[in-house]
């Protein structure tokens, strides 16, 4: 699974003549102490970029869905309903392995207490996207990402507009 996100800031590389994005700043040498790295992190995972809710599993949850609902295969289709039940697994632990999460004040932490601004489920078929607007001015982008292993794909994400697209690169012979 891989996905980026677009950050607002720009800077101006003198020695290109061209503003490049924060994130390749790296690449052309201006910040010799930033170290790319990879970090394992859990399945489900939530975090916080520039005040960007981002929500999102592996796809376990989705799967699970489209076995014990026929209708509708739809990735999509089961972000919208799994937003709507309020649980990331909800199919857990019946049809889904799930451990059981110590929790000290009670809450459950699969559990959407608040709508995320990014829902995504990974290793899907193929890549769809969709803004949802559930009211009160709450809009949840709905992302499947498609297997990197079969596509090479990646999913791009402005954190300012929410607007996605998938980077497929050209593979050499």
Not at 6 to 34: C, H, M, Q, S
Not at 120 to 138: I, S
């Amino acid at each position: 699974m891989m996905i980026f996100l677009l950050y607002y800031k720009e800077t101006y590389n003198e020695e290109y003549g061209i503003a490049v994005d924060n994130w390749l700043l790296d690449r052309v040498g201006r910040d010799p102490n930033f170290q790319r790295q990879i970090t394992p992190v859990t399945n489900p995972y939530c975090f916080k970029v520039m005040g960007v809710e981002i929500h999102g599993t592996s796809g376990q949850n989705v799967d699970s869905l489209k076995r014990v609902k026929r209708s509708g295969n739809e990735t999509l289709y089961f972000l919208h309903a799994i937003i709507q039940c309020g649980h990331i697994f909800p199919t857990a632990p019946d049809y889904l392995d799930l451990l059981p999460y110590p929790c000290k004040d009670g809450k459950d932490p699969v559990a959407l207490d608040q709508l995320p601004h990014i829902f995504f489920a990974a290793n899907q078929k193929k890549f769809a996207t969709e803004l949802v607007d559930y009211g009160n001015n709450q809009k949840v982008r709905l992302i499947a990402i498609p297997k990197y292993v079969e596509t090479e794909a990646m999913v791009v994400v402005n954190l300012r507009t929410l607007q996605t697209s998938q980077i497929i690169p050209h593979r050499r012979i």
